[in-house]
C-alpha cells in the first residue's frame, strides 16, 4: 500500500509541477503587462520553487564530456564495459592519460541515490587515473526472475569487476560500500587472487559505527531488526519491470534524510526563491542542479538493505570479526598488502570520526606503513567526496597514495 500511495501522489504532483510551471512561464513574459511589478515577480518565482520541487526526476547522466588537465582540454570516452542485472561497470577515460596511467574502481554507495552523485567524484580522479565506477541498478527495474541481491552478492559485483579490470588495480569505496569493499578485499586476499587492489582507499564509510554514533546510527540501533522489516519495506507495484519485488524504495530513504537537515532544506529553497526574485539566474541553476541530483533516487532490494541494518549498524559483524561471505567466515587478517587509505571529514554527520578509521584496526597483519589515516578539517560527509576541498586538498591525498603505493607493489613485485 506504501508504494501504490506514493505513485497516486507522484501523478498528482508531476500534474501539479507542470501546472506551476506553465503559469510561472506566463507571469513572467515579457508580453504580459503585469509581469514588471513585484506582487507577479514573487508569485512566479514561488511556483517555479514549487514546480521545481514536485517536478519528476529519472536516473542522471553523468554527462562528463570534456576535462581539462593542466590548462588542456580533453575529450572524455564513457563506455560500460560489464552488464549485470544489479548494477553495470562503467568506465571513463581520456586521450591525454598516459599508457601506465593507474586504473581505480570506485564502488558507489547502494543507499537510494545513484553513482551519478559521484559525478564529482569521477571527474576529480579522471584527471590522472582511468576511472572506472559501479553504476547499481534501480531495483524497482529489475524483473523478479533475475533472483536476489545481497551482500554476499554486492561482494561477488565488487571481486568480478577487479577480475575484469586486472591485475594493480586500485579501489575506492565512499560511504556505505566501505564494508562490502574492505570484505571483498579480505576474500580475495585469502584466495591470493592476483587482482586484490593495490591500494583500498575508504570515505566516511561504517567500518565501525560503535565509533562516534551519529543520528543515522542511532536510529538504526534504537529500533528492533523487525520494524525496519514491517515498516519500511514494500512491494514494487505492477507498473514497474521489477514488480512484485521487495525493496526499501528510494523515497522513503530520501525522506530521511532531508527530514534530519530539514532546516537546511527549507532555507535554501527560501535561498533559490530570493534567487529567482532577484534575477541571479546562475545561483538559482546550481541550487536546481544540486537538488535535480539529490532528488534523483532509487530502490534497494529488501534483503541487501536489511541485511546492511543487521550486519552493519547492529551486530558490527565485520569489525567483531563475525562477517560471513558465502558461508566462510572473512578474514580480514589475511590483508597484508593492499595498502588501506581511510578518510574522514570533521563534520561529517552520517559516518562519526572513527568509523571509517577502525578499518586501520582490524587488518592486524597489514604493515603500519601501508596504513593511512587522513582527517578533513571543517568538511562534512558530502565534502569528503565532492566540492571543492574535495578537489583541491582530500584528492591530492588520495593520488599521492596510490602513486607512491604502485611503485611499492611494483618493486615487490620485481624483488
Known amino acids: 500500500m506504501l508504494y501504490k500511495a506514493y505513485e497516486i501522489q507522484r501523478s498528482m504532483l508531476n500534474a501539479g509541477s507542470a501546472m506551476a510551471s506553465m503559469t510561472a512561464d506566463m507571469l513572467g513574459h515579457p508580453q504580459n503587462p503585469f509581469a514588471p511589478f513585484g506582487g507577479t515577480q514573487m508569485l512566479a518565482s514561488a511556483l517555479e520553487v514549487f514546480a521545481h520541487a514536485a517536478a519528476p526526476r529519472g536516473k542522471p547522466a553523468f554527462g562528463l564530456k570534456v576535462i581539462t588537465v593542466d590548462g588542456t582540454p580533453h575529450a572524455v570516452n564513457e563506455t560500460v564495459e560489464i552488464q549485470q542485472p544489479f548494477g553495470n561497470l562503467r568506465k571513463f577515460t581520456h586521450e591525454g592519460l598516459p599508457a601506465d596511467a ?85 576474500v580475495m586476499a585469502v584466495r591470493e587472487n592476483p587482482c586484490r587492489p593495490v591500494t583500498l582507499t575508504m570515505m566516511g564509510g561504517p567500518i565501525d559505527t560503535r565509533e562516534s554514533p551519529t543520528a543515522v546510527n542511532d536510529h538504526a540501533i534504537t529500533k528492533p531488526f523487525v520494524w525496519f522489516k514491517h515498516n519500511v519495506i514494500t512491494t514494487v507495484p505492477a507498473n514497474y519491470p521489477g514488480a512484485g519485488r521487495q525493496v526499501y524504495p528510494g523515497f522513503v530513504q530520501l525522506a530521511s534524510f532531508m527530514s534530519m537537515n530539514l532546516g537546511s532544506h527549507m532555507n535554501a529553497h527560501y535561498g533559490l526563491f530570493k534567487h529567482l526574485i532577484q534575477g541571479d539566474g546562475e545561483s538559482a541553476d546550481a541550487a536546481k ?62 559516518s562519526g570520526i572513527g568509523q571509517t578509521k577502525a578499518a586501520l584496526k582490524v587488518t592486524p597483519n597489514l604493515p603500519e606503513k601501508l596504513k593511512k589515516y587522513h582527517l578533513a578539517p571543517e ?23 596510490i602513486k607512491s603505493n604502485s611503485k611499492a607493489r611494483k618493486l615487490s613485485v620485481v624483488a
Open 102 to 186: 593507474p586504473r581505480l574502481l570506485i564502488v558507489a554507495p547502494m543507499s537510494g541515490h545513484y553513482a551519478t552523485l559521484l559525478r564529482g567524484t569521477v571527474e576529480r580522479m579522471l584527471e590522472r587515473c582511468v576511472v572506472y565506477i559501479t553504476d547499481w541498478a534501480d531495483a524497482k527495474y529489475v524483473p523478479l526472475a533475475e533472483g536476489r541481491f545481497d551482500l554476499d552478492e554486492y561482494i561477488d559485483y565488487i571481486i568480478g569487476y577487479l577480475e575484469h579490470i586486472g591485475p594493480g588495480a586500485h579501489m575506492m569505496a565512499v560511504c556505505q560500500p566501505s564494508v562490502p569493499a574492505l570484505a571483498a578485499t579480505g
Open 289 to 350: 542542479a544540486f537538488y535535480d541530483e539529490y532528488r534523483a533516487v532509487c530502490d534497494m532490494t529488501a534483503e541487501f538493505y536489511l541485511q546492511t541494518v543487521d550486519v552493519v549498524f547492529q551486530t558490527h559483524a565485520l569489525p567483531k570479526g563475525e562477517l560471513v561471505h558465502r558461508g566462510i567466515l572473512v578474514d580480514l587478517a589475511a590483508i597484508k598488502d593492499t595498502a588501506i587509505l581511510c578518510i574522514e571529514g570533521e563534520r561529517d554527520d552520517i
Open 379 to 401: 568538511v562534512g560527509h558530502y565534502g569528503i567526496f565532492n566540492g571543492s576541498r574535495w578537489r583541491s586538498t582530500i584528492a591530492p591525498v588520495v593520488e599521492g597514495w
